[in-house]
Nanobody
Framework: QVQLVESGGGSVQAGDSLILSCVAS????????LGWYRQLPGKQRELVAV??????????EYADSVKGRFTISRDNAKNRVDLHMNSLKPEDTGVYYC????????WGQGTQVTVSS
């Protein structure tokens, strides 16, 4: 069983930065994907960024809409994945979910990010 706990959401102005953090409890290995999805108002949940782990393939993937603004970082020793969000836009407003995969998909409870213009 894996539990994911997010922190770091909040309300900011356009152009500001935020860091979301997620700590995984349970057995998450360096080869297991960890990342972030978001659900924008009225939209389906979508990938933001994922660290696919030490599998020899593509390590990190980003949604086109956040490339150059968001950075994912992972600390395997702490079972932690962070999302550094810069140059935030109002269209980034939504609920952000931590995601993990170890045989099954695991999700955090979600954290709200609100960006005002």
């Amino acid at each position: 069983q894996v539990q994911l706990v997010e922190s770091g959401g909040g309300s900011v102005q356009a152009g500001d930065s935020l860091i979301l953090s997620c700590v995984a409890s349970g057995r998450i290995f360096s080869t297991n994907p960890l990342g972030w999805y978001r659900q924008l108002p009225g939209k389906q949940r979508e990938l933001v960024a994922v660290d696919n782990g030490d599998n020899g393939g593509v390590r990190v993937e980003y949604a086109d809409s956040v490339k150059g603004r968001f950075t994912i970082s992972r600390d395997n020793a702490k079972n932690r994945v962070d999302l550094h969000m810069n140059s935030l836009k109002p269209e980034d407003t939504g609920v952000y979910y931590c995601y993990g995969h170890r045989g099954l998909e695991y999700w955090g409870q979600g954290t709200q990010v609100t960006v005002s213009s």
